[in-house]
């Protein structure tokens, strides 16, 4: 199961985390990532991170301002979003990969609607 | 980055009809190392996260209906439903993870 949190209404150039609170698989064994999908559009990949938390990946549209972690002793992984734009809102969605390195995702969780707007 | 083209953008089939849904990546996906299509079909209804239907181009989830068919190779792949059924209507994905990972911009699928 991936129980997804900490979306909400944010102002353009603030802050949000989200946190996915991972069980029922060794979590440190797979690698994580991260999807959304905007309001009428479709889905976007937005980060990923292997399993030992060691390499990370970032679609173009988030470098430098999303910062994706986990904490395997928590069976947690985290996306902190900086600068936040209006083009972030989304409902983002938490996904666990079929292994430790990056192959596909092979479940999502619920998603965490996120907001951004004055 | 790869690209991912998917057509039609959306298709009305009558029950128990086939659809087909076509994908072209902008460079192969196939890894000549293992002979592996690095591509998924994804099915996404309002209200819940995406299920994965089909891997490896062409195998099938666990618990997906056997009238789920992923096809193809290279750049070029298929994903068809052989025989339409009422709660099939959704929009579906395909995404690459050959590099990094890209989604098509998917294809809504409703009845005729």
């Known amino acids: ?118 | 980055d790869i690209v991912m083209t998917q057509s039609p953008d959306s298709l009305a089939v009558s029950l128990g009809e086939r659809a087909t849904i076509n994908c072209k990546s902008s460079q192969s996906v196939l890894l000549s190392s293992n002979n592996k299509n690095y591509l998924t079909w994804y099915q996404h209804k309002p209200g819940q996260p995406p299920k994965l239907l089909i891997y490896w181009a062409s195998t099938r989830e666990s618990g997906v209906p056997d009238r789920f068919i992923g096809s193809g190779s290279g750049t070029d792949f298929t994903l068809t439903i052989s025989s339409l059924q009422a709660e099939d209507v959704a929009v579906y994905y395909c995404q690459q993870y050959y590099d990094t990972w890209t989604f098509g911009q998917g294809t809504k699928v409703e009845i005729k």
């Not at chain 1, 990532?33 to 889905?43: H, I, S, T, V």
Request: aromatic letters at 12%; a neutral charge.
């Open chain 1, 1 to 118: 199961q991936l129980l997804e949190s900490g979306g909400g209404l944010v102002q353009p150039g603030g802050s949000l985390r989200l946190s996915c609170a991972a069980s029922g698989f060794t979590f440190s064994s797979h690698a994580m990532g991260w999807a959304r999908q905007a309001p009428g559009k479709g889905l976007e990949w937005v980060s990923a991170i292997s399993g030992s938390g060691g390499a990370t990946y970032y679609a173009d549209s988030v470098k430098g301002r999303f910062t994706i972690s986990r904490d395997n002793s928590k069976n947690t992984l985290y996306l902190q979003m900086n600068i936040l734009r209006a083009e972030d809102t989304a409902v983002y969605y938490c996904g666990k990969n079929w292994v430790a390195e990056g192959y596909h995702f092979d479940y999502w969780g619920q998603g965490s609607l996120v907001t951004v707007s004055s």
